[in-house]
Each structure stands twice: as C-alpha cells, then as structure tokens.
C-alpha cells in the first residue's frame, strides 16, 4: 500500500565526532593474528576541508511530495497533521502548500526528478516562539529555516532506505 512516510533525514556529526573517526582512520592500520586491532604509532593524518554550520535550536522538519501521494509535512519521527502537530509545525505549513510544492517542483525540474516515481523532502529547523527557551531564535515568530539540502527517496518504501 502507498502512503506518505517518513523520510529520515541523514545524521549530522558534530566536530568532536568527525575529529575522532578521521583520527581513527589514519590510525587504524588492520587487525592482528588474534582480532586485535593495530594502530600506526605514528600516524600521516590527512587534511580534510569541511563547512562548519550553526546550530539553530528549533526541531527538525521538513515537507514531503509526491505526484500520487501529495503534500505532508513531517518531524523527524512522524507523518504531522493539524491536531497531530509538532510545535504548531504542521498548522503552519499546511497552508503554504502551493509555496512548497512550487520549492519542490523547481528542485524536480532542475536535477530532473520523475516525481510520479520519487518523493522528494524539503528539510529546514522549524524554530521560534515556545520552541526552545533561551536561544537567539526564541523571540522570533515561528518560522521555517530551510536546510541547503533535500533528499529524493522512492514512492514506494524500502529496508534499506536511510
């Protein structure tokens, strides 16, 4: 049966985390005769350019469409409707769905994606007004602070989808 879904939005690391397994990596160096793990006393650690980004404290969101299955606007766990909202997340956006699926019709047509085939979600950090207590972003009406990433996954659900 086809029905809107979660589409799990990647894992971000943080510093200290990439810090620690690009070490790791650099160190590691096989496994001896009795499954212990050898590490390079002196290791050649790479460079390795990133792009750091601030934390905006809000929750994680984001709005889904398919051809067949439609709009949905989603949190990181579950499919949200007016009454089954996260934050007022879904009574917010439900309303602008001619906006967002015109966001995501563009991002269709520019990476030439078959949306009667893919779905694709749009990812931001709904924040503001009774989100979070006591960040920067606290007094501001709640509003929707787009991710520069989207995810295309298929119409129809798989195991190994991520």
């Known amino acids: 049966m086809k029905r809107k879904r979660v589409i799990a939005y990647r894992s971000i690391d943080q510093f200290e985390g990439v810090c620690r397994n690009v070490q790791h990596a650099a160190r ?3 496994q001896d ?18 792009k750091a980004t601030e934390k905006i404290h809000g929750t994680n969101a984001g709005v889904c469409f398919n051809e067949e299955l439609g709009f949905w606007v989603q949190s990181k766990t579950a ?10 997340c879904a009574f917010a956006n ?18 030439d994606i078959d949306l009667k085939k893919k779905i694709i979600a749009v990812y931001f950090e709904w924040c ?19 991710f520069s990433y989207f995810k295309v996954a298929p119409k129809e659900h798989s195991e190994d989808e991520a």
């Open 28 to 30: 590691y160096m096989g």
């Open 33 to 50: 005769e009795n499954d212990e793990a050898i590490y390079d006393p002196n290791p050649k650690y790479p460079v390795v350019i990133g």
């Open 79 to 88: 499919v949200l409707e007016i009454g089954k909202d996260n934050a007022g």
């Open 128 to 146: 503001g007004q009774g989100i979070q207590k006591s960040t920067a972003v606290a007094g501001l009406e709640k509003r929707a602070m787009i």
């Open 94 to 111: 439900t309303p602008l769905e001619p906006q967002w699926v015109e966001i995501i019709r563009s991002l269709a047509d520019e990476y």
